[in-house]
């Protein structure tokens, strides 16, 4: 472990760094899971298991909070897992308030991190990919069933309690095809015909296009850019009219939904943040770069979303109404994003 790490995580581990150790991590040239686990001995024990087996067996902790973040966003959740499905590499966790999508692919190392804080010790399982970035975490609360944690975690303690993690490089983004070198009429079209939301990323596939490339070629019937401060706009009036929604955060390893209300919308410190018993949400506010309002239709009629992007054009967030499968989205949804003001519109003002 070097030594600018060990300094690191004694104070990561002591509860007095000065901000979070995905951060500090970065600020010195490191991954979040190297920072981690250069703590291995020291609050910290190394997890192996076979991550599809081990997860129907969370629900036996009871509640716990659950984070999933990516550059832009931190969601987080309180709840039990339960009605968890495998298939492959892709599971589905259904338990209403745990209600999460993971692409277990990503899944290639975690820890149990205990650290210090003005609250007392903060105890997690952390899940990092081969970068050494985080997909996602489960921490305790005063109601988790210390037992059954113990338990799981003395299951899964690795054989390899040495210091230190390798990671591989971050891949680097790949360039989007030239337009002219895409069947936007064909896109369109096919887009047009979606009978099903889920159908949305085999279209782009099927055409060679990237989800942000995709928006800026469908045209404004199916794909329109909106003001930066959508987000705000969208939170306060569902919260103001008590209109209940879905909230979409994730990184390639986790998806993580909210359903409900949002009541409490708090800006501080350059941050959006969510506020509720149950459900927080973090937005770094200068790291969202554009909001789409995107319409696409299913048998059930159009589904509207707003989707909000970064600097490199990636997806960090999806917003939609809630509604009942089979029924039709509420129309005070749609009528929120249609009010709207479009980018342009949103930037003379």
Known sequence: MTSSLAALWADIAAGTAQGHARDSAEAAGFREGQLIAAGIGSGVIRLDGDWAQV????????????????????????????????????????????????????????????????????????FFDLHGDAVHKIYQTEATDRAAWDALVAGLASHDQQPGLEVAPRPLPLAPRAAEAIDVAGLRTHWQALKDVHHFHGMLQDFGVDRFQALRLAG??????VGADALRRVLETAGAQDMPIMVFVGNPGCIQIHTGAVKRIVEMDGWLNVMDPGFTLHVKSDLLASAWVVR??????????????????????????????????????????????????????
Do not use: C, M
């Open 55 to 126: 997860l129907p067996r969370l629900e036996s902790l009871g509640e716990v909070k659950i984070l999933t973040r990516n550059d832009a966003i931190v969601h987080e959740k309180i709840g039990r897992f339960g009605n968890v499905s495998v298939s492959g590499t892709t599971a589905l966790v259904l338990n209403r308030e745990v209600d999460l999508r993971l692409f277990l692919g990503h899944w290639h190392h975690a820890f149990q991190v205990t650290t210090a804080s003005r609250h007392g010790p903060r105890t997690g399982i952390l």
């Open 296 to 349: 696409k239709p299913t048998r059930e009629g159009d589904i509207t979303a707003l989707e909000l992007y970064d600097h490199h054009h990636r997806n960090v967030a999806i917003l939609v109404g809630e509604r009942e499968r089979g029924q039709p989205e509420r129309q005070d949804w749609r009528d929120l994003l249609a009010a709207l003001p479009a980018a342009q519109q949103a930037r003379a003002a």
């Open 220 to 225: 404004p019937e199916l794909a329109r850019e």
